[in-house]
């Protein structure tokens, strides 16, 4: 009786792929460090890896799959870059703009979400991004607003935090919608992804220890950082929407 072959990573195939495509991608985008270091990682090495992958999705999971996924994520990923980065300068303003009267600056806070959210927003953390972005599009009320404009906080912020609720919500949900976009995987299938899989943790690996005193590089090349774009759970978005 023939062994059935097992998948070597944890992840859905689907995020598997795109993971490695995405790590690829780093790699190219950063191949002048990377090829002083690797002889063997070529311009063609890199982009044979890069077309395995396209090529390995589209015999297994279909043409427009990890595409599809990929694209998604891409704009959620952009999107919360941009939401944080607002979130961020909206904090630090009413620190400043209220750091006389402290009771009233951590009332504000509180209100609008930072103080239950904002920790793990700043970790990247997709649903607690979504859930304070709700608490303040609830109750950032004109009163309070006005309040808040008035110490010098540009209209514009606040609207830009606002608009963010919807627009990365329905992001977020068509990304997980494309996750599902999968046919039948086959033992041919598995032994593809694990041979994949296990180039590209090769040179995420080599990649990492290279990058070894620059964190934010290092994460471009693991696999548990990229993929952990692609695994919030669109459910916290759902329910945090119709409560608002």
Known sequence: ???????????????????????????IANKT??????ST?????FNDLKSQIESTTENFLGKDAAKEMR???QIVVSLQAKAQNDLSEFKTQIAQDFKKTPAKKDEILNTLGFAAHYKKVKTGDQEALVQLLYQFKTN?????????VEKGIAQATIDAIVG?????KQANITQEG???TRKETTEEAIV????????????????RNLYKTEKTKQDLFSFSKVSATMNSKSTTSSTTAKKA
């Open 1 to 27: 009786m023939a062994v059935k072959t097992t998948r070597k990573y944890k992840l859905k195939d689907v995020e598997m792929l795109t993971s490695a495509a995405t790590i690829i991608d780093n790699a």
């Open 33 to 38: 460090v990377l090829q002083s270091k690797r």
């Open 41 to 45: 990682w070529t311009d063609a090495f």
């Open 71 to 73: 694209e998604a994520t």
């Open 140 to 148: 950032i009320v004109p009163a309070l607003n006005t309040e808040i």
């Open 164 to 168: 963010y609720a919807n627009t990365l």
């Open 178 to 180: 494309k996750k599902g």
């Open 192 to 207: 593809a992804f694990n041979n994949i899989y296990e180039q590209v943790i090769s040179v995420a690996t080599i990649a």
